[in-house]
């Protein structure tokens, strides 16, 4: 199988049209088996659901070349299990397990060329998502629905380089106003939009939120969230039931215990704490491991001096330890790597 001719190494996290998506609908309260389709476009009413009310669920993961060539995915089933506690939240159908492990199998082996060779750098960012499609006007679920997945190659979400990654502390909200923050909905992201062009605007690379009721504790970013070490080499991650439960965050903390035999622990962290820690990074699907040099909180300033130039020496071992098991170079705890075949 030959791979697209396509500048591997120079992607950024950006979207690009590749061959195949798929496509399934829910229509008479039910599911039909799905398909590919070529066609990247969809025509909605226009008082669809989705358009309307933001009736929307989304998941993120990526498909990799491993070191013997093969094509895998990490942990989709914890995706799948994701999604459809997101879209319970918002009265969307849920789509099996089952349908949502095949049809990222389909939708995979389908662009299986636009899958990034080894060492590249790059991955293959697998987005599904499942949306309101037909016309509602009062303020209530719709009764159709599509679940789609989409593909493209991607780069790194942090360009990283030569500037640290900095972080303002934020005064907006990132969740819609409806307690939804531990939910993939579109929405969730829509109000994070407002923040992240300010702080882009200031100069920051991303905003940490604070849990709305005290604004006292780290929530996580827009898309990612937090991972810190403690300076007697602990690694620690916020407890709170209103960030996204990051599929990324769990397995390293798995890693960090069971592969570094570090100590690793989930809980409440304020940010008058952030100045105690030896390291601090980002973690998600699309962030993998992007070291923080710097955040500022309201004119104050934390830095991490080992994120400033590089990535701090624990960051780094469990970026190469989680990398490592993603490609094949370290064995997978089982049911980690799911082969796409
Ligand atoms: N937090 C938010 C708000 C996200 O959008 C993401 C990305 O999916 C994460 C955290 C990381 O989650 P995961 O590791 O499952 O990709
Ligand atoms: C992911 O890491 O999959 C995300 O969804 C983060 C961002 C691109 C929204």
Same mark, same amino acid.
């Given at each position: 199988?030959? *791979?697209?001719?396509?500048?591997?190494?120079?992607?950024?996290?950006?979207?690009?049209?590749?061959?195949?998506?798929?496509?399934?609908?829910?229509?008479?309260?039910?599911?039909? $088996?799905?398909?590919?389709?070529?066609?990247?476009?969809?025509?909605?009413?226009?008082?669809?659901?989705?358009?309307?009310?933001?009736?929307?669920?989304?998941?993120?993961? *990526?498909?990799?070349?491993?070191?013997?060539?093969?094509? %895998?995915?990490?942990?989709?089933?914890?995706?799948?299990?994701?999604?459809?506690?997101?879209?319970?939240?918002?009265?969307?159908?849920?789509?099996?397990?089952?349908?949502?492990?095949?049809?990222?199998?389909?939708? %995979?082996?389908?662009?299986?060329?636009?899958?990034? /060779?080894?060492?590249?750098?790059?991955?293959?960012?697998?987005?599904?998502?499942?949306?309101?499609?037909?016309?509602?006007?009062?303020?209530?679920?719709?009764?159709? &629905?599509?679940?789609?997945?989409?593909?493209?190659?991607?780069?790194?979400?942090? *360009?990283?380089?030569?500037?640290?990654?900095?972080?303002?502390?934020?005064?907006?909200?990132?969740?819609?106003?409806?307690?939804?923050?531990?939910?993939?909905?579109?929405? $969730?992201?829509?109000?994070?939009?407002?923040?992240?062009?300010?702080?882009?605007?200031?100069? &920051?690379?991303?905003?940490?939120?604070?849990?709305?009721?005290?604004?006292?504790?780290?929530?996580?970013?827009?898309?990612?969230?937090?991972?810190?070490?403690?300076?007697?080499?602990?690694?620690?991650?916020?407890?709170? $039931?209103?960030?996204? /439960?990051?599929?990324?965050?769990?397995?390293?903390?798995?890693?960090? =215990?069971?592969?570094?035999?570090?100590?690793?622990?989930?809980?409440?962290?304020?940010?008058?704490?952030?100045?105690?820690?030896?390291?601090?990074?980002?973690?998600?699907?699309?962030?993998?491991?992007?070291?923080?040099? =710097? %955040?500022? $909180?309201?004119?104050?300033?934390?830095?991490? /001096?080992?994120?400033?130039?590089?990535?701090?020496?624990?960051?780094? *071992?469990?970026?190469?330890?989680?990398?490592?098991?993603?490609?094949?170079?370290?064995?997978? /705890?089982?049911?980690?790597?799911?082969?796409? =075949?």
């Amino acid at each position: 199988m030959a *791979k697209k001719d396509i500048d591997w190494s120079n992607l950024s996290f950006g979207y690009q049209k590749t061959d195949y998506r798929y496509v399934s609908y829910f229509k008479d309260g039910k599911w039909d $088996n799905g398909q590919l389709t070529t066609d990247e476009n969809i025509v909605l009413n226009e008082c669809a659901g989705v358009l309307q009310y933001a009736q929307t669920v989304f998941e993120g993961l *990526k498909a990799y070349t491993t070191v013997d060539g093969r094509t %895998v995915v990490f942990r989709p089933d914890l995706n799948a299990e994701r999604l459809i506690q997101s879209a319970e939240r918002l009265i969307i159908p849920p789509v099996s397990k089952e349908q949502f492990l095949d049809a990222v199998q389909k939708v %995979v082996k389908a662009n299986e060329d636009y899958v990034p /060779p080894y060492g590249s750098g790059a991955t293959l960012y697998v987005r599904p998502y499942i949306f309101g499609s037909n016309a509602v006007i009062g303020v209530k679920p719709a009764d159709e &629905y599509q679940f789609r997945i989409l593909v493209t190659p991607v780069g790194p979400y942090f *360009k990283g380089g030569v500037k640290p990654i900095t972080i303002r502390v934020c005064d907006y909200d990132r969740a819609a106003p409806h307690g939804t923050g531990h939910i993939k909905a579109g929405l $969730n992201y829509a109000m994070s939009l407002y923040a992240i062009v300010e702080a882009h605007k200031q100069g &920051y690379d991303e905003n940490m939120y604070l849990d709305a009721a005290t604004r006292t504790k780290v929530e996580e970013t827009g898309g990612a969230n937090f991972l810190f070490v403690t300076k007697d080499g602990k690694v620690v991650t916020p407890k709170s $039931n209103s960030i996204l /439960p990051s599929i990324t965050r769990r397995s390293l903390i798995q890693v960090a =215990k069971e592969y570094l035999g570090l100590e690793a622990e989930e809980r409440e962290i304020y940010v008058d704490e952030l100045e105690d820690f030896a390291e601090c990074g980002l973690c998600g699907t699309a962030a993998v491991i992007s070291p923080v040099g =710097k %955040v500022v $909180n309201h004119g104050k300033e934390i830095c991490f /001096p080992a994120g400033m130039s590089e990535m701090g020496p624990i960051t780094k *071992k469990l970026y190469e330890t989680l990398t490592g098991i993603q490609m094949g170079t370290i064995e997978a /705890p089982k049911g980690w790597i799911v082969e796409i =075949k």
